[in-house]
């Protein structure tokens, strides 16, 4: 019965996409006002009913109803209720479900809200939206109906992938999901400025909240994604050049970018094309990454699916939205007329700056992910993995660094950096400073890099509120401030993972003592345990910093039976300068027990790092929309004010 | 970015336009050289058993080696973390040697892919390894293996 809801639920919505288009581009076309009209209250009603369908869903994980095929073949009875509302997007049909709800609801959230722009742009934004959320409800219905029934109803579901087992999938996929489909208004925005030849500070203005908001939880998803990988893994690393993880970080470099040359849009009226043409990149970004994802043609716990139709169905997704949008914007570029003028030397100098380097990391990380599959339809078997991409992204992010230290000293439209000297030099002495001390102590190359500009970043970051009073600084400073000195701790940690950490591997019995850099640890015992639908061994660990009281830290080799299946639950001991991260391995043959220790010095720092960037979009975001607040109650004032002069 | 104390005027207007495009082309082309440059030297070719007898990568070059885990191979050595395995598919076998925590459903008679080096004595020395993780997560490199040797797979690992 629910199912049966939710899939007419699913096809009523892709039905009101298509008149949104159909009503949105008649309306465009001149065909009057009775058109315009039903445009916005349609995309609304769309929003909801999509989200009716994922609740349904929702509704159907949580009540185990075996009788869809989705269901059977992902849940299981046993499972914490955690993870069977979690597991409704923990596979393929369920995570494009909630790919469209909240494309649908991004859609009408804008046409609820957004009233800045001129009428014709909006409803050209909104059929946009519409083009785009329409060929996803096909994908959905026609390749992968998430309500698919089973006749007979099997007695019990096959369970759900045991990595995915942990409270990370409750937040991670729809984190990053809202950041991933928050950037299709952006592009939206950016096909209706270009249909009407509106592209201008207007249209920055508008499209800048949701960018940031995009922004933000792309920010969040990819720390905690990061952070996900390093514990549940059990491998000590943070980032792996996944192209799963590329693929996360492909829009949010794009969107990186985009926030910052809509800001010299709205502030400066320059970059128009350039700004047009990354709000159509950064969502691309995103279908790629759901191309690459999606598609089956790479494995790893994020691709559910490995179905050639699915594949080449998202594929032709793809190259119809990409294409068009890039025809269209081949077209009417032209047509853009040029911005405001500056000089090399200004805040919009430095943007620029920003702009290329962060578009020189995209395409570095973008080749890296697409070489391996162009290779192989060549019949050559490739990996790329770090080697190619630290060196290769690290040359243009290194000099946007740099320039990040000084950029936001400068004034817009012209400046020299005579002006600011002493803060180029206290930059430069910080920078040199620190270079020189890791060279005596002989660091390696990119954490040496890594660790002096984050040295000078996390000074240098806090200059633009020197001379200020603090408590007059604007929200949008604020979060500027904590977004730069959030880049300088999330590099800090990233440097001293790769230059200090301290690894062993070890074999112990019952009672062996090991050393890990400056951590003494004594293995008690190792015990069996069970839980709600798995067994483990336990290992009982005392871990001592520098001979004080000890810690208890409990490593877990867990095997779960719906599927059967084995994963290691890594134990964790945080101080505020590091982690100690232990992982229990198997018995040898001896009877001893393989142990995998690292003292990670400062890593913590890296997710908090991303959490300050994240902070910063936040107070941005909320700097913006207040002020936006306060701008439309002042003018309803004028507006209530006249009215009432007039009778 | 322009060197203290020159004073830069705004460039003339049509040309702005002109000079953006030409940097931004100039930065995407650097950055397109570059990975292919990078890409060349630094890409891990996969390799099975077979190539690596009769051409063998270049000793401290970073590749894969994909195979099957020979049955009663599999030995470790005193130290208890480090273990010794040969790969075989069917053609060649190549000693492996790996020092760490295997996968879960690392065994005997299963498919492997190692990451790693092989060494100048011919043994692949690898720092990582990667196994069938469930029906759902094969390695890429796994799916291309023999109609035999993916069947075995499949029933060692059911």
Not at chain 1, 196 to 208: D, K, L, N, Q, S
Not at chain 1, 609 to 622: D, P
Request: net charge positive.
């Amino acid at each position: 019965m629910i199912a049966n809801l939710g899939l007419a639920a699913l096809w009523l919505a892709a039905a009101l996409a298509a008149l949104q288009l159909v009503a949105g581009a008649l309306a465009l076309g001149g065909r009057g006002q009775d058109f315009a009209g039903i445009v916005r209250p349609v995309a609304v009603i769309q929003g909801l009913l999509a989200a009716a369908a994922m609740i349904a869903l929702v509704v159907l994980f949580c009540q185990t109803d075996l009788s869809v095929k989705l269901v059977a073949s992902n849940s299981h009875s046993s499972k914490p209720l955690l993870y069977k509302f979690a597991g409704s997007w923990g596979n393929h049909e369920g995570s494009m479900l909630l790919w469209v709800t909240i494309m649908g609801l991004a859609g009408g959230f804008v046409a609820l809200v957004e009233r800045r722009l001129p009428e014709r742009t909006m409803l050209a934004t909104l059929a946009g939206q519409a083009f785009v959320s329409l060929g996803f409800y096909a994908f959905l219905l026609l390749a992968s109906n998430p309500f698919e029934r089973l006749d007979p109803v099997p007695v019990e579901g096959m369970g759900l992938n045991p990595l995915l087992q942990d409270p990370g999938l409750a937040f991670h996929p729809p984190t990053l999901y809202i950041g991933y489909v928050g950037l299709s208004i952006a592009f939206s925005f950016a096909i209706g400025a270009l249909i009407t030849r509106e592209v201008g500070p207007a249209f920055a203005r508008a499209m800048r909240p949701w960018v940031l908001g995009s922004w933000i939880f792309l920010t969040l998803g990819i720390t905690a994604g990061s952070y996900w990988a390093y514990y549940e893994l059990g491998w000590g690393g943070w980032w792996f050049w996944d192209p799963v993880e590329n693929a996360s970080l492909m829009p949010w470099l794009a969107a990186t970018a985009l926030l910052h040359s809509a800001s010299v849009l709205a502030s400066r009226n320059a970059l128009r094309a350039w700004t047009v043409m990354l709000g159509v990149v950064a969502f691309s970004m995103s279908m790629v990454g759901t191309f690459l994802v999606r598609s089956g043609i790479l494995t790893s716990v994020h691709a559910f699916a490995v179905d050639p139709t699915r594949g080449s169905f998202i594929l032709a997704l793809l190259a119809i939205n990409i294409g068009a949008a890039l025809v269209l914007f081949g077209l009417r570029a032209a047509s853009v007329t040029e911005g405001e003028q500056f000089a090399v030397t200004s805040r919009e100098g430095a943007l620029v700056f920003n702009n290329v380097m962060l578009t020189g990391a995209l395409g570095i990380v973008l080749v890296g992910t697409l070489y391996p599959l162009l290779a192989e339809s060549m019949g050559q078997k490739v990996s790329v993995g770090p080697p190619y991409f630290n060196p290769a992204t690290a040359m243009f992010v290194v000099p946007m660094l740099a320039v990040l230290a000084v950029g936001p000293l400068l004034r817009w439209r012209r400046d020299r950096l005579t002006r600011i000297r002493r803060e180029v030099a206290v930059a430069a002495g910080l920078l040199l400073g620190g270079l020189a001390v890791m060279v005596i102590k002989g660091v390696p190359l990119l954490p040496m890099l890594g660790l002096a500009l984050a040295g000078m970043l996390a000074v240098a970051s806090l200059l633009p509120l020197r001379g200020r009073k603090l408590r007059t600084v604007k929200l949008p400073l604020w979060g500027m401030v904590a977004a730069h000195f959030g880049v300088a701790v999330a590099l800090f940690g990233m440097a001293c993972d790769s230059a200090f950490t301290v690894e062993r591997l070890v074999a112990a019995r019952v009672g062996d003592k090991v050393a890990v850099g400056p951590w003494q640890l004594t293995l008690k015992s190792i015990q069996p345990i069970a839980g709600p639908n798995w067994t483990a061994l336990e290992a009982g660990i005392e871990a001592s910093y520098q001979g004080a009281a000890p810690d208890l830290l409990k490593p877990q080799a867990r095997q779960f039976w719906t599927p059967y299946q084995s994963t290691n639950e890594s134990a964790l001991d945080t101080r505020w300068n590091g982690q100690l991260y232990v992982v229990l391995g198997e018995q040898a043959g001896d009877g001893r027990w393989q142990l995998r220790l690292w003292w990670k010095p400062f890593v913590p720092l890296i997710w908090y790092g991303g959490i300050l960037i994240a902070l910063g979009g936040v107070l941005a975001l909320l700097g913006r929309v207040v002020s936006d607040l306060r701008r439309i109650i002042a003018r309803d004032k004028i507006a209530w004010r006249r009215e009432r002069q007039g009778r | 970015m322009s060197q203290p104390g020159a004073t830069s005027q705004p460039v003339k207007a049509k040309h702005q336009r002109l000079i953006l495009v030409l940097i931004a082309l100039a930065a995407l082309i650097g950055a397109a050289l570059l990975a292919a440059w990078a890409l060349r030297s630094q890409a891990s070719y996969f390799y099975v058993p077979a190539d690596i007898a009769s051409n063998p990568p270049e000793a401290d070059r970073a590749v894969r080696l994909g195979g099957m885990v020979e049955a009663g191979s599999l030995k470790t050595n005193a130290d208890g973390v480090t273990i010794r395995f040969v790969v075989g598919d069917g053609k060649a076998r190549v000693p492996v040697q790996f020092k760490g925590i295997v996968p879960d459903l690392f065994k005997e008679g299963s498919g492997v892919v190692a990451e790693g080096k092989l060494g100048r004595d011919g043994t692949f020395v690898a720092n990582n390894l990667l196994a069938k993780h469930d029906e759902k997560y094969v390695p890429r490199e796994m799916a291309g293996m023999s109609a035999d040797q993916a069947r075995k797979t499949v029933e060692e690992t059911r």
